[in-house]
């Protein structure tokens, strides 16, 4: 099984690029009987439909990659040293990392609410093996479409898609108690432009959802590692609320999940008028 799909345009006529990492649903079956969980616990984690969501990209001019494996198996988006030596043998312990102290390193050691994947540890071997042959192919495929963008249009934007679980933002304060339906991270400022990201904001805006930024999610390892505005490359990362689109309980679309899909895709079709520039967006 390959590590990923891309999906291209018949003519890319925009530099923006669409990503799901996370929406990978292809379990093995054998990391389903190892696991300690039931298949659906496992699925937790994943951004469920997100590659339904921005599936209709490529209509629009841009390529769209979506992850095959899911992130309970391989997390994509994090550094390919962020080792867990709490599950993957032979490993000291380095400086403090959050992300793999929680569980949530590169090969995840949890899912969703802390529950634990495996009864034990793994061999670094097979550690090793998962990165091989699912994050190296995948950042491989990262790297070659945001060097054709930029190659093809001066610049880069790369569109990374997620979701959210609905409880992440139930208990964030927001002004006059509206909490937002999108979070979109930049970190800061680093990853993207002012004018990138406030584009893909009124994106949303026009179609009535309430937008906020970096709180509480304010981009991970893709955002970190490709976002270089002054060099022309952009990223932004797309954290949508599931509960807008889907049962989380049981992991099924819900009664909205249809004029949901219309919806986002007017919002990818203005989001790839970004890229249709005929002058590369201002570096910061």
Avoid at 249 to 267: A, C, D, H
Wanted: glycine letters at 6%.
């Amino acid at each position: 099984m390959k590590a990923y799909t891309l999906t291209m345009p018949d003519v890319r006529t925009t530099s923006v690029v669409f990503a799901s990492p996370h929406s990978g649903r292809d379990y093995p079956w054998s990391f389903v009987r190892r696991s300690v969980l039931d298949e659906r616990t496992l699925r937790s984690s994943e951004d469920a439909f997100v590659d339904t969501l921005f599936g209709r990209a490529p209509e629009h001019g841009a390529p769209f990659l979506a992850a095959t494996y899911p992130r309970a198996w391989i997390d994509v988006n994090r550094s390919a040293d962020e080792l867990d030596p709490a599950l993957i043998e032979g490993l000291t312990r380095k400086a403090h990392n959050p992300r793999v102290a929680s569980g949530l390193g590169v090969v995840p050691r949890v899912v969703a609410n802390g529950r634990a994947i495996y009864r034990g540890k793994m061999s670094r071997r097979e550690a090793d093996g998962r990165i091989r042959d699912v994050w190296q192919p995948w950042h491989d495929a990262i790297s070659q479409l945001m060097k054709d963008s930029t190659t093809l249009f001066g610049e880069a934007v790369l569109v990374d898609c997620h979701s959210m679980p609905h409880e992440a933002i139930e208990s964030l304060s927001h002004p006059r108690g509206r909490r937002p339906d999108i979070v979109l991270g930049d970190r800061f400022g680093a990853a993207a432009s002012s004018e990138v990201v406030d584009r893909i904001e009124a994106a949303f805006a026009s179609e009535g959802f309430r937008v906020a930024r970096n709180a509480p999610f304010a981009g991970a390892y893709v955002t970190q590692h490709y976002g270089r505005p002054a060099r022309g490359q952009h990223v932004v990362q797309i954290e949508i609320d599931r509960a807008l689109y889907m049962n989380e309980q049981l992991i099924r679309p819900n009664g909205n999940f249809k004029s949901f899909v219309s919806q986002l895709e007017r919002i990818t079709a203005e989001i790839a008028d970004i890229g249709r520039q005929s002058v590369p967006l201002a570096a910061e």
